[in-house]
């Protein structure tokens, strides 16, 4: 009875690590550089942000469309929303967290304005999962 509960832990153990690592190996984060802007049309429900290439597509008006451009460097640009509707692109940089699929977009001070794991990441879109 032992050895089938110990088998069972170690199936468990080693299925969750390998579809972490599976997630990991099969996410490309060259994609990550490159200009992306939330296209909220898209998002599927309140815990997923779809962000396309910023030049991909015509997106529809709107009050407030976050953009951030991520260069190979670890800096980037994105777009800062102001109280008074007076936004503005600013200067930060990046960092991914692989460990965790997480990106956090940090501003000149080292503050964080932008962070959220990364669900799915394609040539042409990044789903962003909040938890």
Known sequence: MTRLATLIFIL?????????????????????????THSMEEDPD??????RQCDSMVFPASRFR?????????????LELSPVDAHQTV???WLFDDSQLQLSILNEKGGTV??????????????FRKE
């Not at 309140?46 to 962000?51: G, H, K, L, R, S």
């Not at 932008?114 to 789903?127: H, M, P, V, W």
């Open 46 to 51: 309140n815990e997923t942000q779809v962000f």
């Open 66 to 78: 976050m953009f951030m451009d991520l260069k190979a460097d670890g800096t980037c640009d994105y």
């Open 12 to 36: 468990l153990i080693s299925f969750s690590c390998s579809s972490n690592t599976e997630m990991l190996e099969s996410l490309n984060t060259d994609l990550l550089i490159n200009c992306w």
């Open 114 to 127: 932008f962070e959220s794991k990364i669900g799915t990441l394609a040539a042409d879109r990044i789903d």
């Open 91 to 93: 200067k930060g940089t």
